[in-house]
């Protein structure tokens, strides 16, 4: 099956940084997606994004399809965007989730 | 808003007992998920759903079995818990016309003692 790599695995940064996280994945995918996991263990859906490029406030990521690798963007970071960034990779249904990045935001 | 819950935020089981983990969405997805998430491991799937009453294997399904009688319930059973099977198992759910986004309930801590 496909393999998703994550990096970096730890980041830690002062709130108002901006900061980029990568996703590789050893195969094509149809199906790209980044989410965040909140410290209570939530997981919400932040990007759908097999290719291109797309914006959501400070967030922002963009997909290389041809080289198999996605970007996640945060820019001035805030405290309430600290938790995990999982990337998943795949088919329509069913995806491969990487590792996972864990970032923590400090004042 | 889509709505993915799921019966218990934690729950505690003694080896050897059956486990029912319940999941929950209100938004008419044909697309229903169990995963399991276990530090340093991500999200691994368990089982997956397409349709009321289909089911595919995931990539760990060993040891856990599933049901979904009705469309928007999904349930995840352990058939005799053991103590590996101690984990976070978080349920998704989505549109088959919508590309494959996922949406996730809050999660369930089980502990198997």
């Known amino acids: 099956g496909i393999q998703v790599e994550q990096s970096p695995p730890d980041l830690i940064l002062q709130e108002g940084a901006n900061s980029t996280l990568r996703c590789n994945f050893s195969?094509?995918?149809?199906?790209l997606q980044w989410f965040h996991q909140n410290p209570w263990g939530q997981l919400i859906n932040l990007f759908y994004?097999?290719?291109g490029t797309k914006q959501n406030g400070r967030l922002s990521a963009t997909t290389v399809a041809t080289e198999r690798y996605s970007l996640l963007y945060i820019s001035s970071s805030q405290t309430t965007d600290s938790g995990v960034y999982f990337c998943?990779?795949?088919?329509?249904?069913?995806?491969?989730f990487g590792t996972g990045t864990k970032l923590q935001v400090i004042p | 808003d889509v709505k993915v819950t799921q019966s218990s935020r934690y729950l505690v089981k003694r080896t050897g007992e059956k486990v029912f983990l319940e999941c929950v969405q209100d938004?008419?997805?044909?697309?229903m998920f169990w995963y399991r998430q276990d530090p340093g491991l991500g999200l691994r799937l368990i089982y997956f759903?397409?349709?009321?009453?289909?089911?595919e294997k995931g990539d760990i399904p060993e040891g856990y079995s599933v049901s979904r009688e009705k469309k928007e319930r999904f349930s995840l059973i352990l058939e005799s818990a053991s103590t590996n099977q101690t984990s976070m198992y978080l349920c998704?759910?989505?549109?088959?016309?919508?590309?494959?986004?996922?949406?996730f309930g809050p999660g369930t801590r089980l502990l198997v003692l």
């Open positions: 938004m008419d997805h044909e697309n």
């Open positions: 759903s397409y349709d009321v009453k289909m089911k």
């Open positions: 998704a759910s989505s549109l088959a016309s919508d590309l494959g986004t996922q949406y």
């Open positions: 195969d094509s995918v149809n199906n």
């Open positions: 994004i097999p290719s």
């Open positions: 998943a990779g795949g088919g329509y249904q069913k995806v491969t």
